[in-house]
């Protein structure tokens, strides 16, 4: 999707093309913004798990029992959850989802997991008991439960925690089609605003589909006064017909039909995102809105891509559980922006278009399109900034955070404070922006980001500047010579039979012309010496014309100043600490706050106490 | 690979660093250089064959005779060739591949296929009939046979057809390693010229391997004064203390050795690449040479590129068998340039590098980058110009083809020329150059190269220019009139059954304004209506701005005039014809010289006789 043409009533009420906006803002990424249907983004997670790992997703299985021994959740090496799980029957897991007679086809549909719908937990699990098999149970001891399973979560209900909000008045239906049809601009996302029938959204799709969202106008709804829609007047025929009136004169049709579904506007976030930073939950489970803006499954991955490596840090031993309150001082202040932002959305989208300036309860169409600016930001997720804490070295108590609620984040008695006017272009507690920057050693560009994969490292990148200076090549010096020390971060915070970037990977960006220098210039601590693989050709990269993909000027464009600088990376690719070149103490002193001091192995169960959150 | 280094003796006679030059030229192409594995490349060929058809390749099959019966060989219908086939069992089918003890470990080595070691066809099929087998034979009838068995080629043993040209004098030995060495440029592609010991190519490859080319200098040959290398005296270790006599004073050394091998060079050419257009050599079958430019793989999957469509199109009935003479006629030329090539590249890298400009016996390292451009033209394929042919409607005869020899293509009574001085930046018989276009519908960039995928189809490509301008419109009114009527070659060529455009594919490229019109502006043949599908929304595209990658300006690149043209691509995205847009009546007569007219259904029997080639 590449262009958002907003459709309007004229002054004769008839629609017409009044606006294109680029439907992702030019310059902000360098991805834009495709629809990919969730089956594919699911297949791609799938893939991504059986290349890394041995694990497999287990489909079928329902929880009934959650159980938290509270005596045990402070215990860095306790289980204190138990899970029962029930596997049920291939007949029993298949979702009941309703299908629709269509030309004489059978149309499967969306409404089991609308809202409009109830909830059939419960009932599978009844069902289940009915069917009582051998080995149909399981119970599971974890030390960590995280609960990804939607509105209706299940998790959320057995923690007793509670969704805030309400649901709107807006009914929308949703048909999957091959279109047939004279608007020109089918093919583009569309905003279609009628005079007096309601609006209808365009979202062009893969293999000739296009998704229709349509608004439901009153007479589908109820007639008694309910605001719930009845469900038993809602189908393919209705929703059609509803967007023939709203795209009229032109004429929209369609033989096939792929899916469809309605639901009605709900927008509400949860109270909190976990109990004792054992049990947590993610996306739906915590946060609903509409889902016309795409921020459904966006905003949910990255709340789980938030909260992944920060499980997978303390599990495997190398991060306190401290770092775990940042979960929820992180993210329920994303879903609170997204609520108060959809709010606004859904009803510049379902309400009346105004009719010219002093139509003070139309919706006015410059708004409109801000609105659509806004949700780019979200729906990207670079306009997330978060808050100082453990893990985001910057001015503000590390103790509130910006959900509004009091979360306790233990203040480090040495509190690093980032420089953050050094470099103008990088944002503590933003993602690092990306430009490409060339391998020293064979001159190929890369994208930063790429050099800065999710696998749980954190990242330290020296910005060396121009190191045929010989100020810089001092600084550079030192600060070799200082990361390299016995009892810097490197080696008190890296388990000793762990490979020696397993933890954090230093990265190294220099300014000098790349022709000038060759990584034989370099400290050895940016270029690892194996004795089986040689050199570490990896590590050091300048920033300099390439032959084939320009220059990426990742110094212009972060403001790096000539003395350098030196960023610390998340797992997450946030930046934590922006500093200059000389404080090379204050690197260590920042993963002093959290980091967990690795021992000799020998001296392992001595003197290794149950690490304590608080 | 981005760079070339190139590395000769200073006047002290020790190596430094003399040139840097890009390993792909900038702009020749929106790709560029990479070196992949073999395994890798037929492995993408091997998934593409099983996603798009039920074909398997099967390996350990051989043949062991081959029949043409002369009498069918202009027989459309006919299938002149019977192969006998015998299948090998698993043991007979591994290939001998010698191994080498480096380390203590087992190295597998690559001179069962070096030309260092005799074919071994004719002990295989001998050891094979030894274990005869119930089922081990299969006798094939088939239309066309393609031999791309390899510089052995069994299949132009049987055809009694020859390679010419000679074997060098110059032996090289090849090492994949992972390097441990401080020779600063070992992830860049170099060209070391040491003074007296010969030279090095460094190629680097995947997973921390480099490969390296490395010239035996006389001491590893036999010393009975034959030209011939002695393979009992090739291992690692004499080829690792050669590359370390040609790299002082740096070293160079390895842990891990993942191949070898050994070959002296032969520049080689086939005689004749087809017998009665039936049975067809491709690839090493026809040409032999230096491994070291890039050239063996490249060159050879061209040839089958060229191949194959034509092949299909005659096999489909789509096209007569006379534009099968083509191939020979286009890949000899080739061919022979390739090697011609390559006899230079080789003298240049195994010479002895100039002392000074009076060095008259000595290597011109100008000289050297020049061929080294000139390779990439090679590889890339872009600098391939195919002559006047029936599939190229340009100056000169279609009897007389540029391998020198008498290939007779019959002229059409109605020979068709382009204007070639329409568009400067269009050469007939050239690739057509790619450069990005929107999407009339969705705005979305392709590279018009991604539009010509290799599925068979011919193009016409519609240059209508400013279709606002009404002397434009009016053009590609009578056009499109044209190519609908019901004799042109649109309903012609195209069998009854077929698709629409499974023959010809029609797109229009325009330059007014993208937001100026929509596709309901263009004329029916470019958005062909289905019923079920609605209209067809890929065939217009735009020359305009786009919101993301730029502007192609393709009307630029191209030099297309204000008054547009038309394009004619060939199914493998040469340029066949360029011409006015008035002029829809060559277009009919090009065709009109190689297609085959298609009948109604019930009149096939009755009409069409077999298409004799000549």
Partial sequence: MLEICLWNPDVN?????????????????????????????????????????????????????????????????????????????????????????????????????????????????????????????????????????????????????????????????????????????????????????????????????????????????????SSRADRSKLNPQVILESAQRIMAPYNITYRKLDWWTAYQIGQRVGTSFSVHERVFLAGDAVHTHSPKAGQGMNVSMQDTFNLGWKVASVVKGHAKRSILKTYQSERRGIAQELIAFDHKFSRLFSGRPAKDVMDAEGISMEEFKAAFLKGHMFASGIAVNYEASLLVAKKGSNEVQWDGRQVFVANSPDKVTSDESLCGGITVGMRIPSHKVLNQADARPWHLQELLPSNGRWRIIVFAGNVNNSEQQGKLEGLAQDFGNQNAFLRAYTPESAKHDEVFELLLIHNAPRTSVTIFDFPEVFRHFDEIDGWDYNK???????????????????????????????????????????????????????????????????????????
């Fill in 13 to 225: 009420g008839v629609i017409r093309r009044s606006d294109r906006i680029p439907d992702t803002i030019p310059g902000i990424s360098r991805f834009q913004q495709v629809v990919l249907h969730q089956g594919r983004i699911e297949r791609f997670f799938l893939d991504a798990i059986t290349e890394a790992s041995e694990i497999r997703v287990e489909r079928g299985v329902m929880p009934s029992k959650l159980e938290i021994d509270e005596s045990l959740v402070k215990d860095d090496d306790a289980y204190p959850i138990t899970v029962t799980l029930r596997h049920l029957t291939e007949e029993e897991a298949t979702p009941r989802q309703t299908s629709t007679s269509v030309n004489g086809q059978t149309v499967q549909d969306g409404l089991f997991r609308s809202n409009l719908a109830k909830d059939d937990t419960q009932d599978l699990l009844e069902l289940s008991k009915l069917h009582d098999k051998a080995n149909s149970e399981e119970v599971v001891h974890a030390k960590y439960l995280i609960g990804a399973d939607g509105a209706h979560s299940w998790t959320r209900n057995q923690l007793g925690l509670k969704l805030e909000g309400d649901s709107t008045d807006y009914i929308w239906g949703v048909l999957d089609i091959v279109p047939i049809t004279d608007f020109p601009d089918i093919r583009m996302r569309c905003a279609i605003h009628s005079a007096n029938n309601g609006s209808v959204m365009v979202i062009p799709r893969e293999n000739k589909l296009v998704r229709l969202y349509i608004q439901l106008t009153t007479t589908e709804k109820t007639g008694d006064g």
């Fill in 540 to 614: 050091i990269f300048v920033d300099d014309v390439s032959y084939h993909e320009g220059f990426g000027n990742i110094y212009g464009a972060l403001g790096i100043p000539h003395s350098g600088c030196i960023v610390i990376v998340r797992p997450d690719q946030y930046v934590s600490y922006v500093g200059p070149m000389d404080d090379s103490a204050a690197v260590s002193r920042f993963f002093g706050g959290f980091m967990t001091l690795q021992q000799q192995p020998s001296r392992v169960q001595t003197d290794i106490k149950p690490e304590n959150a608080q």
